[in-house]
């Protein structure tokens, strides 16, 4: 007991408004504390071994990092189909308020000034048609988030399950956004022309470009801000799927995400 209160006291004093939001338990702060205590090793005395704040039972060191690994490529597999599956469908980007596509932020004094003359209508239906454009091409881009998958390392892989919530989305967005730019791009292209998306912005630049009183003229990358925003859209979805896996046991589907994810 006087181990505890101790360690409970270095912790607060080292820790102090730093301690992480995952530290919901007393287990954790223990655990935390220890690792303060005993000079960042992440062990302790007690036998607990190392602590992920992945869930409940068993414990990550009795698991083969081959094992780690594959179940992280199986949860961001079914989390990358749910996101697809959700995002994919009408309404999937235009009807979520998080992740909706709206006017590139150079283009919103052409959307302010074009209603207060009367042209809500046409802005309107650009709008729709990026968020058209967004939903078409959201099931397209998942063999390639798939192929950043099966590419990551075992090293990674096991950082990333010990990460907690959001670490695997938040390494796929650092690693392969650049790549999934470059791909995902002729696929918004051509989804935006399939939706005459293109042709509504083009509608709107020239109507705006034309008033007496604009001086500097707008043509901004139509397909590159859509192609930011749907990824940016799929990254957020896929963290929300994989953060379910993480927390609530009755996500994990497979026999190896259980075993895995309701470890710590």
């Not at 338990?25 to 992440?42: C, E, F, H, I, Y």
Request: charged share 15%; hydrophobic share 40%.
């Amino acid at each position: 007991m006087k181990q505890i209160v101790k360690t409970l006291l270095v912790a607060g004093v080292a820790l102090g408004s730093t301690m992480s939001a995952d530290a919901q338990t007393l287990k954790d702060w223990v655990n935390k504390a220890n690792t303060v205590v005993n000079g960042g090793s992440g062990n302790n005395n007690s036998g607990n071994g190392n602590n992920n704040n992945n869930g409940s039972g068993g414990s990550l060191n009795n698991i083969s990092n081959n094992e780690i690994v594959t179940a992280l490529r199986q949860a961001l597999e079914i989390g990358t189909k749910n996101a697809a599956g959700k995002l994919n469908i009408t309404n999937g980007f235009f009807g979520n308020q998080i992740i909706k596509v709206l006017m590139p932020p150079e283009a919103r004094q052409i959307e302010s000034t074009l209603r207060s003359l009367g042209m809500g209508a046409q802005v309107d239906k650009a709008i729709l048609s990026m968020n058209r454009a967004a939903e078409d091409a959201a099931g397209k881009a998942v063999p390639i988030f798939v192929n950043a998958i099966t590419s990551m390392s075992i090293q990674d892989g096991v950082g990333i399950v010990r990460g907690g919530q959001g670490a695997a989305t938040n390494y796929l967005k650092g690693r392969t956004t650049a790549a999934l730019t470059s791909e995902f791009r002729p696929v918004i292209q051509n989804s935006l022309n399939k939706v005459g998306a293109t042709r509504y912005w083009a509608d709107i630049v020239n109507i705006y470009n034309r008033l007496p009183t604009v001086r500097n003229k707008v043509n901004p990358d139509l397909t590159g801000y859509v192609t930011e925003r749907a990824l940016n859209g799929l990254f957020v979805t896929i963290a929300d799927e994989e953060n379910k896996i993480r927390l609530n046991p009755a996500s994990r589907v497979t026999d190896l995400l259980k075993k895995v994810f309701g470890s710590n």
